[in-house]
């Protein structure tokens, strides 16, 4: 890969981190946003895999295993076996519209961002409705790289507590994350080997944002960063998508 694209990848790992230093979330969807519009969406999330596990991994730890496996246990499921025996074109098969379905997903996220419709209570069915909210994120992942819908809509409305919501994130998107690095294992070794500078830059640039993104934290209004996200997404979104028709 050439010095001029290194440099892009990184700069784009430097802003997904900074969006997950402030929101403690936005990685993957940043990077793949921002990449799905410079290359195969399957080339951009190979590049996504290692920032994503080594920024998830201590938002994983906490007090609050138990509880949340008790909990979440049929969405983890439902999306690692979704993620892996996906039906539909996955995001590394060649004949498949990945960009467009990727375009979409954003263009998705970001109407709903924006909308911040009322979340309805599970109650009972809470076990049941997890199942179905992996299962539908996992088919979504296999296809984009994202992983962000309905899985996060669904965790906001357990409205569990703060710290238990961020744990049950990161170790949601940790199980994701190696689902689709199994998944793209599967592809020719030679394209890791290949991305091998750039994954490389991913990584190192990530740290340095979340770095960034936690300082300005408490700078930022959350309400206003939020919406100028979504924003972003839904643009970013219908461009990907435009392209791809």
Same mark, same amino acid.
């Given at each position: 890969?050439?010095?001029?694209?290194?440099?892009?990848?990184?700069?784009?790992?430097?802003?997904?981190?900074?969006?997950?230093?402030?929101?403690?979330?936005?990685?993957?969807?940043?990077?793949?946003?921002?990449?799905?519009?410079?290359?195969?969406?399957?080339?951009?999330?190979?590049?996504?895999?290692?920032?994503?596990?080594?920024?998830?991994?201590?938002?994983?730890?906490?007090?609050?295993?138990?509880?949340?496996?008790?909990?979440?246990?049929?969405?983890?499921? !439902? #999306? %690692? =076996? @979704? +993620?892996?025996?996906?039906?539909?074109? &996955?995001?590394? $098969?060649?004949? /498949?519209?990945?960009?467009?379905?990727? !375009? #979409? %997903? =954003? @263009? +998705?996220?970001?109407?709903?961002?924006? &909308?911040?419709? $009322?979340?309805? /209570?599970?109650?009972?069915?809470?076990?049941?409705?997890?199942?179905?909210?992996?299962?539908?994120?996992?088919?979504?992942?296999? $296809?984009?790289?994202?992983?962000?819908?309905?899985?996060?809509?669904?965790?906001?409305?357990?409205?569990?507590?703060?710290?238990?919501?961020?744990?049950?994130?990161?170790?949601?998107?940790?199980?994701?994350?190696?689902?689709?690095?199994?998944?793209?294992?599967?592809?020719?070794?030679?394209?890791?080997?290949?991305?091998?500078?750039?994954?490389?830059?991913?990584?190192?640039?990530?740290?340095?944002?979340?770095?960034?993104?936690?300082?300005?934290?408490?700078?930022?209004?959350?309400?206003?960063?939020?919406?100028?996200?979504?924003?972003?997404?839904?643009?970013?979104?219908?461009?990907?998508?435009?392209?791809?028709?």
């Amino acid at each position: 890969m050439e010095s001029t694209s290194l440099i892009i990848v990184a700069a784009v790992f430097l802003a997904a981190g900074a969006v997950k230093g402030v929101s403690g979330m936005g990685l993957p969807t940043v990077s793949m946003a921002l990449l799905g519009l410079l290359m195969p969406p399957a080339e951009a999330a190979m590049l996504m895999v290692l920032p994503s596990l080594a920024t998830n991994f201590a938002q994983c730890i906490g007090p609050h295993w138990a509880m949340l496996a008790r909990a979440l246990w049929p969405m983890w499921t !439902g #999306l %690692v =076996l @979704a +993620v892996l025996f996906s039906p539909i074109p &996955a995001i590394d $098969a060649p004949e /498949g519209r990945a960009s467009l379905v990727l !375009g #979409l %997903v =954003l @263009a +998705v996220y970001g109407i709903w961002g924006l &909308a911040r419709p $009322a979340l309805p /209570g599970f109650g009972r069915h809470a076990l049941f409705a997890g199942g179905i909210a992996g299962s539908a994120t996992g088919l979504v992942t296999a $296809a984009t790289g994202v992983f962000v819908i309905p899985m996060v809509p669904y965790l906001q409305a357990l409205k569990l507590p703060k710290d238990v919501f961020i744990q049950g994130l990161g170790i949601s998107f940790m199980i994701a994350t190696v689902a689709l690095a199994l998944r793209l294992g599967s592809s020719d070794v030679g394209d890791w080997v290949a991305n091998g500078p750039a994954c490389a830059a991913a990584l190192f640039a990530a740290f340095p944002g979340l770095w960034a993104g936690a300082r300005l934290r408490g700078r930022l209004d959350p309400a206003q960063f939020q919406r100028t996200l979504y924003g972003i997404f839904l643009l970013l979104g219908l461009i990907m998508a435009g392209r791809s028709m």
